[in-house]
C-alpha cells in the first residue's frame, strides 16, 4: 500500500544524551506502529551518500561530520498517511520554529542536531527503508 511507511533515524546527540527512550514512546503513543527497528551507526560515506540532496550547502560537511559522529536509531514506521503525518508530529526543522509538543520541539538540540530525520515524501520513505533494511528485518501488519 502507497502512502503507509515511513523512515526515521534518532540522531546521534539525541541516543547520546539518553532521549531515544523517550522519542520511541511518543511515536507509539502518536499511532505508528514500529515495523522495523535498530542501532547502526552511519559511515561518512553513508552520511554523504544520505544527505547527497544537500551537497553544496553551507551545513553540508558539518551535517556529514554529525550524523556519522555516534550511533542512531533507525526506523520504519507504519500508519496511513505516514510522511505527512510523521513530520507533523516531528515539527520544524529548527527547534525554535516548532509547535509545542513536537518531538523536535522537546528533544532537539539545535537546527542540525534536531533529534529525527523523517522522509519527505513516499518516494523517499522506500528508498531510505530499503538502504537500512532487509524485507526479513520488517513485520508490517498485513504479513
Ligand atoms: P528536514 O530534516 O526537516 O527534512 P532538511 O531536509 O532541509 O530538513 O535538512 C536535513 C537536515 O540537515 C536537517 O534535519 C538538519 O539536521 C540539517 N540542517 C538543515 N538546515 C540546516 C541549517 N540551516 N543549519 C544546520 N543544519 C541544517
Ligand atoms: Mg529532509
Excluded at 34 to 49: P, Q
Excluded at 86 to 92: D, P, T, W
Excluded at 107 to 135: C, K, L, M, P, T
Amino acid at each position: 500500500m502507497a502512502g503507509n511507511i515511513t523512515f526515521t533515524m534518532i540522531k546521534p546527540y539525541a541516543v547520546k544524551n539518553g532521549k531515544a527512550g523517550s522519542i520511541i514512546a511518543k511515536i507509539i503513543e502518536s499511532g505508528f506502529r514500529i515495523i522495523a527497528m535498530k542501532l547502526t551507526h552511519l559511515s561518512k560515506a553513508d552520511a554523504e551518500y544520505f544527505y547527497s540532496i544537500h551537497k553544496g550547502r553551507p551545513f553540508y560537511e558539518s551535517l556529514v561530520d554529525f550524523m556519522s559522529s555516534g550511533p542512531v536509531f533507525v526506523a520504519i514506521l507504519e500508519k496511513e498517511n505516514a510522511v505527512a503525518d510523521y513530520r507533523k508530529i516531528i515539527g520544524n526543522t529548527d527547534p525554535k520554529k516548532a509547535e509545542e509538543g513536537t518531538i523536535r520541539k522537546l528533544f532537539a538540540e539545535s537546527v542540525q542536531a534536531n533529534a529525527v530525520h523523517g522522509s519527505d515524501s513516499d518516494e523517499n520513505a522506500e528508498w531510505e527503508s530499503n538502504y537500512f533494511f532487509s524485507h526479513r528485518e520488517r513485520f508490517p501488519a498485513k504479513s
